[in-house]
């Protein structure tokens, strides 16, 4: 028979109210920061989107330029980029907002994203039409989609004749 009372509670464990440090290497041992060295929100999230090596670019893109971006990045002809964004979109409803969201995150060809252009204040005329096409893309806001055509027409229309500057 054993004459050694049993402790209640293991000792090992800190007693209440005590601060506890959590183990190095479990993801604690650095705070989250958002920003990157240069202070830019968002910055390791869009430096990895822009090490895709996918450029939207200004020559040779019908719309938005994801099909031809993407097209050129893995050497495929646009069009064929295109006919899979429309087969998304006809089986399974995929294809716009995937287009949507290239829009939304893939960089031009001077590194600027739309969607990190937002985080600091900037909203561009292209953010609004993806955003307009990404809204489209549910049910619930269907009619969205002639809006977001429409955007597309008037942001072209207004960078085909810029004011003239002082």
């Known amino acids: ?23 190095a290497g479990h993801g604690h041992d650095r705070p989250a920061d958002p920003t990157g060295p240069d202070g830019r929100p968002g910055a390791r999230f869009f430096d990895a989107v822009r090490s895709l090596g996918i450029v939207r670019p200004d020559q040779g893109r019908w719309a938005a330029g994801v099909a031809a971006g993407i097209g050129r990045r893995y050497h495929l002809d646009p069009t ?8 998304l979109t006809l089986f399974g409803g995929l294809g716009v907002a995937l287009y949507a969201l290239g829009w939304l995150f893939l960089p031009h060809p001077d590194t600027r994203i739309h969607a990190q252009q937002v985080l600091t204040g900037t909203v561009t005329p292209g953010f609004i039409g993806a955003a307009l096409l990404l809204l489209s893309t549910t049910h619930a806001h269907g009619p969205l989609l002639p809006l977001a055509v429409i955007a597309l027409i008037i942001y072209k229309l207004h960078n085909r004749h810029p004011y003239p500057t002082a």
């Open 80 to 87: 064929v980029v295109r006919l899979a964004f429309a087969a």
């Open 1 to 23: 028979m054993n004459t050694t009372p049993a402790q209640p509670f293991p000792t090992d464990q800190p007693s209440w109210g005590t601060p506890t440090t959590p183990p």
